[in-house]
């Protein structure tokens, strides 16, 4: 197994670090903002001050794994680490990166003899406890030698069916070669978008049933947390999101925490870009894309649920108002 360390100590980098520390792995993490190194050193890592520190406190062969916002931030960091490490490392992008970078980047690491991985990471601020679904793209060897980590991070629990998952463990793949796992996570996400946006016009249905417009007989003082609730239970449609809807409108019937705007974070742009160059029909994602361009001057119900999801999974907040 290889020596490992981590870049990047926001929500999702914690959680994976303490995921990691509480299964018994030995970590050295570095961040640029001293506060999570030294929460993460009281748990037990060894803090770096530096790059250039974190690479000489592990030992060959190296691997670490970055959890930076995507585009330029990588990049750097990518060719900082390219300098420092040696043949036989590995570095992984866990990030929300654009699937297209991953080749380019793994050609650069070649050069210098260090293995790529592009990892497509879900699980949010609840994968500490949950688990975290991986989509790993890059070669076999590199992905082989950090095989130790991706059982640590990914679910214990067996898949909701109760059966054993069909692969060697469950929330856990091997998607092909390098961008193929942030191809698979783009798209993870796209459908993400979708289905939260199905739940949330729903339960605005639902919502406008009292509306004082609506006849007498046809008007109902629906309690939304009760058919939450129920939905989550035994429906057809029952998930993790509508868990975190039943939970945001049990602690808030109102929702009055949620101005209902909605942020994107660029993989359902990226998943329309490519439906449109490879004219694959995608309305639903289209749809779901363009009514959180909308929710930032049309807060309603259903947008305020959908930010509440949003709080509740990946502990999302929502931007600025411009006024």
């Given at each position: 197994m290889a020596s490992f360390g981590i870049y990047g100590l926001g929500r999702m980098g914690q959680?994976?670090?303490?995921?990691?520390?509480?299964?018994?792995?030995?970590?050295?993490?570095?961040?640029?903002?001293?506060?999570?190194?030294?929460?993460?050193?009281?748990?037990?890592?060894?803090?770096?001050?530096?790059?250039?520190?974190?690479?000489?406190?592990?030992?060959?062969?190296?691997?670490?794994?970055?959890?930076?916002?995507?585009?330029?931030?990588?990049?750097?960091?990518?060719?900082?680490?390219?300098?420092?490490?040696?043949?036989?490392?590995?570095?992984?992008?866990?990030?929300?990166?654009?699937?297209?970078?991953?080749?380019?980047?793994?050609?650069?690491?070649?050069?210098?003899?260090?293995?790529?991985?592009?990892?497509?990471?879900?699980?949010?601020?609840h994968g500490l406890d949950r688990g975290f679904c991986l989509m790993v793209g890059g070669p076999a060897e590199a992905a082989d030698l950090v095989d130790p980590i991706f059982a640590s991070l990914a679910p214990a629990e067996l898949a909701p069916n109760g059966k054993e998952p069909h692969g060697n463990r469950p929330g856990f793949v091997r998607t092909g070669p390098c961008g193929s796992g942030h191809f698979v996570k783009m798209v993870h996400n796209g459908i993400e978008y979708g289905m939260m946006q199905s739940i949330a016009e729903g339960f605005e249905f639902l919502a406008a049933a009292a509306a004082p417009s609506r006849l007498a007989n046809e008007k109902f003082e629906l309690k939304l947390d009760e058919i939450a609730e129920a939905w989550r239970r035994s429906s057809v449609i029952?998930?993790?999101?509508?868990?975190?809807?039943?939970?945001?409108?049990?602690?808030?019937?109102q929702l009055s925490a949620f101005s209902g705007r909605i942020e994107d974070s660029g993989e359902g742009r990226w998943m329309l870009h490519e439906a449109i160059e490879n004219r694959i029909p995608a309305p639903s994602l289209a749809a779901a894309l363009f009514a959180r361009f909308e929710s930032r001057t049309d807060a309603r119900f259903g947008n305020q649920l959908l930010s509440a999801m949003r709080m509740g999974f990946g502990g999302h907040k929502e931007p600025p108002s411009p006024n």
């Open positions: 959680a994976i670090a303490l995921r990691l520390l509480r299964n018994g792995h030995r970590l050295h993490v570095y961040n640029r903002s001293p506060g999570p190194i030294d929460l993460l050193v009281q748990a037990g890592a060894q803090g770096a001050t530096s790059l250039a520190h974190l690479v000489s406190q592990l030992e060959a062969p190296r691997c670490i794994w970055l959890m930076l916002p995507a585009g330029e931030p990588t990049d750097e960091a990518l060719v900082a680490l390219s300098e420092l490490l040696s043949p036989g490392d590995v570095l992984i992008d866990g990030g929300n990166s654009y699937w297209k970078d991953a080749a380019r980047r793994a050609a650069m690491l070649e050069k210098r003899g260090i293995a790529f991985l592009d990892v497509g990471t879900s699980g949010g601020v029952s998930s993790w999101l509508v868990d975190l809807a039943a939970e945001a409108l049990l602690n808030d019937p």
